[in-house]
């Protein structure tokens, strides 16, 4: 079955920026909505951003507003996550899933998306 593959992850000082990437196990699969999602040691997986392939919208927590950037390379099927002025609170396992609708519901909470990765560590140091 396809799923999504993450990579990017890494140490960084607070402060610092990082930028992800997701593609898909599969080089033909797109057309739905990916999105970004994260869990920080001992508590639940969160919504971070999301974009719907077909005209590129995106949406994001409001705890990430202006700091970080999700994007696309629809030639390579590849969905970015740019993120700047990163705290030590973000700190976690950031995974890659997609959805099928992108509505206020379906993208920001956990339950309605599929294909996730195994997610990439990202470590923010105070």
């Known amino acids: 079955q396809v799923h999504m593959v993450e990579s990017g992850g890494g140490l960084v000082q607070a402060g610092g920026s990082l930028r992800l990437s997701c593609i898909p196990s599969e080089p033909s699969f797109s057309g739905y909505v990916t999105g970004w999602l994260r869990q920080a040691p001992g508590k639940e997986r969160e919504f971070v951003a999301a974009i719907r392939w077909r005209g590129g919208i995106t949406y994001y927590a409001d705890s990430v507003k202006g700091r970080f950037t999700i994007s696309m390379d629809n030639a390579n099927n590849t969905v970015w996550l740019r993120m700047n002025s990163l705290e030590s609170k973000e700190t976690g396992i950031y995974y890659c899933?997609?959805?099928?609708?992108?509505?206020?519901?379906?993208?920001?909470?956990?339950?309605?998306?599929?294909?996730w990765g195994q997610g990439t560590q990202v470590t923010v140091s105070s």
């Open positions: 899933a997609v959805v099928a609708y992108f509505t206020l519901l379906t993208v920001t909470i956990p339950d309605p998306y599929e294909r």
